[in-house]
């Protein structure tokens, strides 16, 4: 028997980003230097506090059994007060705040608590692939909407309730946008949450770049807007602001329903995250907040240096306002080879892995995604590299070398 007969085994495409993937570590292998922008792995590493914590708890008798799977009590009260000091909201950390393992988990296990074959999810083109395939494994239809939320956005979202049957259910939100980095302000959610009271649909918010603005411009949360826990939950992740992606450490807050919802298929699925992983993301979320600050500083300063040093390379990327990412056009010469291809041959002859659009939905194409993942020095040699590559292409680069000394 095929694994394409399992039922939802053919519900999902290919991976497209894999490909890319393959070739890079195939390259790595061969002993070829990679400059890795493709995948959003953090290159730094966690606070030293947050380490010693994991350790001091992991050395007690008593931590290395089964966990709770909602979290431990200490661990959704740190996450009640990040949510009261960093957007002045309340939670209550008994009801409103569950602990997922990532945020990709958490969408993924809400997904199969409250969609099933017949329910139809508006999710955003391009996207994350979980804001889609976590639905359409639960069984649900996805209808695309745009991601940009300008005033076609809402075209979007009223022509679908419109036009759709049955009636969408759910609407997932991303901002700041993996992968476009886009972000929105509080009048945006303002204006969603009237939306969705009036359609009656619920709200899912990604928030896992809370932290990763720019210039002095805060993200803000849905749950912001007074009546937003009425129709919205929304996740949050300690992979990007604390630097824990492998420590899969997660959260899920808002509306009592849903998280209510959520809590009881997770304690079907699983008995939560290491106890000592819990205490250690504890001491993250109530000790010293000064890597938040370095990180985000880190963050724009790598920013800043790719979107100047692949302008001189003949490159021009639109400056991200938030995330880890930047949402990069395809130089025009080259769009006509689509994203998949240009990644390929970027990787082959620039020695530069990104991400092709393509793999983040099919208005995902004629883009790529550039992770910000590598020091400065390297994102430097990465442009250097870049502009060899578009000269064999015959694009007209600047007559100085991209990234100067």
């Avoid at 639960?138 to 419109?162: C, F, H, K, Q």
Wanted: with cysteine.
């Amino acid at each position: 028997m095929s694994e394409d007969e399992f039922y939802r085994i053919k519900r999902l495409p290919p991976y497209v980003i894999a490909e890319v993937n393959a070739m890079r570590a195939a390259a790595r292998a061969a002993g070829e230097d990679i400059i890795d922008l493709g995948m959003g792995n953090p290159d730094l590493p966690p606070p030293q506090h947050v380490i010693d914590k994991l350790c001091e708890v992991a050395q007690k008798p008593n931590a290395h059994g089964y966990s709770q799977s909602k979290g431990i009590p200490g661990l959704r009260r740190a996450q009640a007060n990040y949510y009261a000091r960093r957007f002045n909201v309340e939670l209550d950390p008994e009801s409103e705040v569950v602990v997922t393992m990532g945020s990709k988990e958490g969408l993924a296990s809400l997904a199969t608590a409250i969609t099933g074959p017949g329910d139809v999810v508006l999710a955003p083109n391009p996207s994350y692939p979980i804001h889609t395939f976590g639905f359409i494994i639960a069984g649900a239809t996805i209808r695309s909407v745009p991601t940009t939320p300008d005033e076609n956005y809402w075209r979007a979202l009223d022509r679908a309730m419109a036009f759709t049957v049955p009636r969408p259910s759910i609407l997932v939100v991303n901002y700041p946008s993996n992968p476009t980095a886009e972000a929105v302000d509080l009048a945006f959610y303002e204006r969603l949450v009237a939306w969705a009271k009036e359609n009656k649909v619920w709200v899912l918010s990604d928030l896992a770049y809370s932290e990763l603005y720019y210039d002095g411009n805060p993200t803000p949360s849905i749950l912001q807007v007074p009546g937003a826990k009425d129709v919205a939950v929304e996740f949050t992740s300690m992979s990007k602001t604390y630097s824990m992606a492998g420590w899969r450490m997660g959260f899920a807050v808002g509306n009592k329903r849903l998280i209510a919802a959520m809590t009881r298929v997770k304690s079907y699925l699983d008995y939560g995250a290491f106890t000592p992983i819990q205490a250690a993301a504890c001491a993250a979320l109530n000790g010293p907040q000064d890597i938040v600050a370095r990180n985000r500083e880190l963050y724009q300063k790598r920013r800043d240096v790719m979107v100047e040093s692949f302008g001189r390379a003949g490159w021009e990327i639109p400056s991200p306002p938030a995330s880890m990412f930047a949402w990069a056009p395809l130089p025009p010469a080259l769009r006509e080879m689509g994203s998949l291809e240009f990644s390929k041959q970027l990787l082959t002859h620039a020695k530069v892995a990104v991400a092709p659009g393509v793999g983040y939905g099919e208005d995902g194409e004629g883009f790529v995604r550039i992770a910000m993942v590598e020091n400065e020095q390297r994102i430097r040699q990465a442009a250097r590299n870049i502009r060899k590559f578009l000269s064999m292409h015959g694009v007209n680069t600047p007559s100085v070398a991209a990234g100067g000394n």
